[in-house]
């Protein structure tokens, strides 16, 4: 049975396989058995060491590959408002909760960009404005989605107490997160750096289109919108199973695993 390369010294330790004859072997036909054992180990451990090196490398590969077929997940709001409040928790939780494995998922923000004051206009107010900077931050120092959209969706399930100091930091708490990052992002270069964040989102969004909140986009495309309290545009169905089942078609054709 093979042996990891940590066990090589205990090998070399061990007694022959073969007890000795009490015949004694000539001296010249003894001594290249121990050269021989330490050509067989050697060989044993270049060929461990060779498979143990070429399945890493797959691995490293295969993760390199998955990363690139994530299927894309954008999901566009106003931190304030009610319909994302519904569309996350009816919609986008419970998918991500299921296939966030597969998805790279990006949650955007709607406004409108002015050459005015910071730049941006948010619909709900300038506390709007704050909210979604608290989520952009968070987006941006904590990348895994399980952290930032648990997040994110804590905030706006009350989202009438954006931005207040204690609903951020109860939500920080609850989902792992460190209020000091939180609130140093948000303040950093005096509050421009946050600002810069909200402003590319709001762009992004009104790059593609995306003036409902809330718009959930799959593989760049319209997937679904949620809308005074109704869904519109969802073709394939708006329940969570229904999402995963377009995700799952979609990354299964990124890998090329579909039929011909």
Known sequence: MASSP???????????????????????????????KRRIHAAMLAILFAVFWLARSWSCEHEH??????????????????????????LVVPTMANISDKVDFRLSFI?????????????????????????????????????????????????????????????ALEHGLDFGVLNECMS???????????????????????GISCTVRLDDKVRCVYDGGQWKDCVDGHKPEDLIADIERLYDEAQGWTLA
């Open 6 to 36: 940590c066990e090589k010294s205990t090998m070399e330790l061990k007694a022959p396989l073969l007890p000795q004859t009490q015949e004694q072997a000539p001296a010249d036909a003894t001594m290249p058995r121990p050269q021989q």
């Open 65 to 90: 590959m998955d990363v690139k077929a994530r299927v894309p997940l954008d999901v566009h709001i106003m931190s304030k408002c009610p319909d994302a409040r519904a569309c996350l928790q009816k």
């Open 111 to 171: 406004g409108q960009l002015t050459n005015e004051d910071d730049g941006v206009l948010c619909k709900h107010g300038q506390t709007e404005c704050l909210g979604n900077i608290v989520s952009l931050c968070a987006a941006r120092e904590y990348p895994d989605p399980k952290l930032h959209l648990g997040f994110t969706n804590c905030m706006i399930n009350d989202y009438q107490e954006i931005p207040k100091r204690q609903l951020i930091e109860d939500c």
């Open 188 to 210: 950093r270069d005096t509050g421009a750096y946050g600002m810069g964040l909200l402003r590319d989102s709001v762009k992004h969004s009104q790059d593609v289109g995306a």
